[in-house]
C-alpha cells in the first residue's frame, strides 16, 4: 500500500506533468476541427479563445508572477495589431515609389503598394513594438506600488487607446482611426500556400493553437528560470528581494517587456484574423476583459490562466450571444443578453470572489495566502511568534 | 585598512534627516554592535550601507571601493548581505527556496555546500526544510534570514534585530549561532536594541542617540559604562 502511495507520490511530483498534460490535450485539440465544417462558426469562437490565452498568459507574467497590477493591458494588443496593419498591408501605400516593399509576403499580397511582411516577420515586428512599449510604460510605473501602478498603467492603456482613435501627428496618418486599416493581408507562412479566410478557417485556428503552445512553453520556462523566481520574490517581499541581490529595474521591466510581448503576438494575430485593425477595439474594457481571465483562473497559475481565458472567451463569445441571447425575449423583456454581458461578468467574478477566491485553478502559494492567511499579513506572523 | 569604513553619512527620509553624520568602522573577522533605542537611527545606518537608503552625504567605502551611491543588487555582489529588520523572510517561498533566493547572484558549483553548512548552522532549518516560511515562528524565521543572508556569500554580513519578537530562548540560540558563524572567519556589523546579548558576542560597540555616534568603546567597557547599563541594559 506505502509502495503505491509513493508511487502516486512520484507521479504528481513528475516534473514533465504539465508537459504530458499540455501534448494530450494540444494534440486532441488539433484534430477536432476537422469534424466541423471548415467555415464553422465554433471555430470561429475557438480561435478567438486560443487568442486570448496567449493574451492573458501574457498578463499573467506581470500581475500574477511579478504582481504588477496592470489595468492597461489594451494597449498592446492596439500595438500588436497596429504590427499588422502596418506591415501586412496597403496602408503606408505611397512608400518605395508605390511599389512597395514585399518581404516573403504571400502571392497576392506581393502585387499590392504598402508593406507586406511575411506573418512570422509580422510577429517579429510585433514582439519587438510591444515589448519596447511594455518598458516604456513600466518605466514610470518603477517607483510605485501597488493601486497606483494600475492607475499609471491604466492612464496609459486609455492614452494609447486615443492616439488609435485619432490617428494623425500633423499631416501624417499613422491608425486610420475608426475607419480602420483594412484590409490586412491574409495569413502567410514560409512553404505553405496563403490561409484563404473566405473557404477555411481551419488553418487560423492552427496557427493560434500553435501560439498557444508556444506560450504556454515560454510561460512554464520563465516561471522555473531565475527570472520568474525574481519576479515571484518581488511580488511576495520587494525589500527583501532586493536585499537578496534581485535588480529591481531589470527585473520589473522584464515582466512588463515580456508580458507585453504575448499581448503583441496576439494582436497581431487577431488584426490577420478580423483582416481589419479599427481604433474601437481598443478599449478599457478590453483590459478589464483580459484581466478577468487571470484573476478567474487564478493569478498566477498557468494552467489556471488557460482555463480562465477559455471561460470568459466562450462566456463572451458563444454562450452569451448563441446560446443563452434568446432568455430575455422569451421572458417578454425587450433586449438583448449582449447588452448585459459584463453585467455577467461582474456577476460571475463576484460569485468566484464568494465561492473560491482563490480562482478555479489557483497557483499553490496563492492558495495559502487565501486559505490559511500565511503571508496575507505580516503583522499577524508577528503577532504569533 | 578597515573592511568597512562609514564616514560621516547624512541619509533623509523625505525631508527627515535620520543620520546627521555617522561614521564608524568594522576590521576584518570583528563583530561590531550598533545598540540605541528606538529611532536613534540603528536600522537606517544598515540600510545606507546595503543601499537600500543611500546617503545624500559622506562617504561609505567597503573593502577599498567607495560603495556610497551602488545599487543594492551591486552592494550584494560586492559581498555585503544583510537579514533585514523584520527578518522579511518570503512567507510562501519553502525554506529551501528562500535559501536559493538568498544565493541568487551565485553561479558557482558550492551553492549547495553551502545550504549544508546553513543547515549545520541551524538544524532547525533542515527538519523545516519544505515548510513555507510563512508558517514559521519567528525564531525559526530568523533563522531563516540569517541564512538566507549567508547563502550570498558574504565578507560583511550585517543583521538587523535578531532578537526581536522572539521568545527569549531562541534568542539566546540564534546568538550562540552568530558566535559560531564569526568563529568560522564571518566579519558582522549588528543592531540591537536588546544589548545584553549584543555586547556579549561583539569586541566593540556604537552608541546611536539621534542619529549621531553618541558614544564609541570595547564591548565590555560599555557593558560596565553606568549611562550605558541604564539606558540599555535595564540593570
Redesign the interface.
Known amino acids: 500500500m506505502s509502495a503505491i502511495n509513493s508511487n502516486l507520490e512520484s507521479f504528481r511530483n513528475w516534473k514533465h506533468a504539465n508537459l504530458a498534460i499540455a501534448v494530450v490535450l494540444i494534440g486532441a485539440l488539433a484534430i477536432f476541427p476537422l469534424f466541423k465544417p471548415p467555415l464553422d462558426g465554433f471555430i470561429d469562437d475557438c480561435v478567438l479563445a486560443l487568442a486570448y490565452v496567449v493574451m492573458a498568459l501574457g498578463l499573467n507574467i506581470v500581475v500574477g508572477f511579478a504582481g504588477l497590477l496592470d489595468l492597461g493591458f489594451v494597449a498592446f494588443y492596439a500595438f500588436g495589431s497596429y504590427a499588422a496593419g502596418w506591415f501586412a498591408s496597403d496602408f503606408f501605400s505611397s512608400i518605395n515609389g508605390e511599389k512597395g516593399i514585399h518581404i516573403g509576403a504571400g502571392t497576392f499580397a506581393s502585387t499590392l503598394p504598402g508593406i507586406h511582411l511575411n506573418f512570422l516577420l509580422v510577429l517579429v515586428a510585433a514582439v519587438i513594438i510591444t515589448s519596447i512599449a511594455g518598458m516604456i510604460i513600466g518605466l514610470p510605473t518603477l517607483r510605485l506600488r501597488g493601486d497606483y501602478i494600475a492607475i499609471v498603467t491604466l492612464a496609459f492603456g486609455e492614452i494609447i487607446g486615443r492616439f488609435a482613435v485619432n490617428g494623425q501627428i500633423g499631416g501624417f496618418k499613422y491608425t486610420n482611426g475608426r475607419q480602420a486599416i483594412s484590409p490586412v493581408d491574409a495569413l502567410d507562412l514560409p512553404l505553405l500556400k496563403e490561409f484563404d479566410s473566405a473557404f477555411s478557417i481551419r488553418g487560423y485556428y492552427w496557427v493560434a493553437l500553435t501560439m498557444v503552445a508556444f506560450s504556454l512553453f515560454v510561460n512554464f520556462r520563465l516561471r522555473d528560470s531565475r527570472l520568474g523566481r525574481a519576479w515571484i520574490a518581488i511580488r511576495e517581499d520587494e525589500v527583501a528581494a532586493v536585499s537578496m541581490g534581485i535588480p529591481l529595474v531589470k527585473t520589473k521591466l522584464m515582466a512588463y517587456a515580456a508580458g507585453a510581448a504575448f499581448g503583441g503576438l496576439s494582436g497581431a494575430f487577431l488584426g490577420t484574423y478580423f483582416n481589419s485593425v479599427n481604433a474601437n477595439q481598443f478599449q478599457f474594457a478590453f483590459s478589464i476583459f483580459i484581466l478577468s481571465m487571470v484573476i478567474l483562473g487564478g493569478l498566477g497559475s498557468i494552467w489556471g490562466t488557460v482555463l480562465g481565458a477559455i471561460t470568459l472567451s466562450f462566456i463572451n463569445s458563444y454562450f452569451i450571444p448563441d446560446v443563452f441571447n434568446g432568455i430575455p425575449g422569451s421572458l417578454g423583456l425587450d433586449f438583448d443578453l449582449t447588452q448585459l454581458s459584463f453585467g455577467i461578468f461582474g456577476f460571475l467574478l463576484v460569485m468566484v470572489m464568494i465561492l473560491r477566491p482563490e480562482g478555479l485553478l489557483p497557483e499553490k502559494r496563492r492558495r495559502l495566502e487565501l486559505k490559511e492567511g500565511i503571508g496575507a499579513d505580516e503583522a499577524i506572523v508577528e503577532v504569533r511568534a | 585598512m578597515a573592511l568597512l569604513e562609514v564616514e560621516g553619512i547624512e541619509t533623509y527620509y523625505g525631508n527627515i534627516k535620520a543620520l546627521k553624520g555617522v561614521s564608524l568602522t568594522v576590521e576584518r573577522g570583528e563583530v561590531v554592535t550598533l545598540i540605541g533605542s528606538n529611532g536613534a537611527g540603528k536600522s537606517t545606518t544598515l540600510r545606507s550601507i546595503?543601499g537600500?537608503n543611500p546617503p545624500r552625504k559622506g562617504s561609505i567605502r567597503f573593502d577599498d571601493k567607495d560603495i556610497t551611491t551602488t545599487?543594492?543588487?551591486d552592494i550584494?555582489?560586492v559581498g555585503i548581505?544583510?537579514s533585514?529588520e523584520?527578518r522579511?523572510?518570503?512567507?510562501?517561498?519553502t525554506v529551501r527556496?528562500n535559501l536559493?533566493?538568498?544565493a541568487?547572484?551565485r553561479n558557482d558549483a558550492e551553492i549547495s555546500s553551502d545550504m549544508d553548512n546553513v543547515f549545520e548552522l541551524f538544524p532547525r532549518l533542515k527538519e523545516r526544510e519544505k515548510q513555507?516560511a510563512?508558517?514559521m515562528?519567528?525564531?525559526e524565521?530568523q533563522m531563516l534570514a540569517i541564512g538566507?543572508?549567508l547563502m550570498?556569500k558574504p565578507t560583511l554580513l550585517l543583521l538587523d534585530e535578531p532578537s526581536m519578537?522572539?521568545a527569549p530562548i531562541l534568542v539566546e540560540r540564534i546568538y550562540e549561532t552568530i558566535a559560531e558563524i564569526n568563529r568560522q572567519g564571518m566579519t558582522i556589523l549588528l543592531v540591537e536594541q536588546n544589548a545584553n546579548f549584543a555586547l556579549e558576542v561583539s569586541s566593540r560597540g556604537y552608541v546611536l542617540q539621534t542619529g549621531t555616534v553618541a558614544l564609541t568603546d570595547t564591548s565590555d567597557n560599555l557593558r560596565n559604562d553606568p549611562e550605558v547599563q541604564k539606558a540599555y541594559l535595564g540593570s
Open positions: 546595503s537600500l545599487a543594492p543588487q550584494v555582489r548581505s544583510q533585514p523584520g522579511k523572510c518570503f512567507p510562501r517561498m527556496e536559493d533566493m538568498g541568487y547572484l513555507k510563512g508558517t515562528s519567528g525564531g524565521q538566507r543572508a550570498a519578537g522572539i
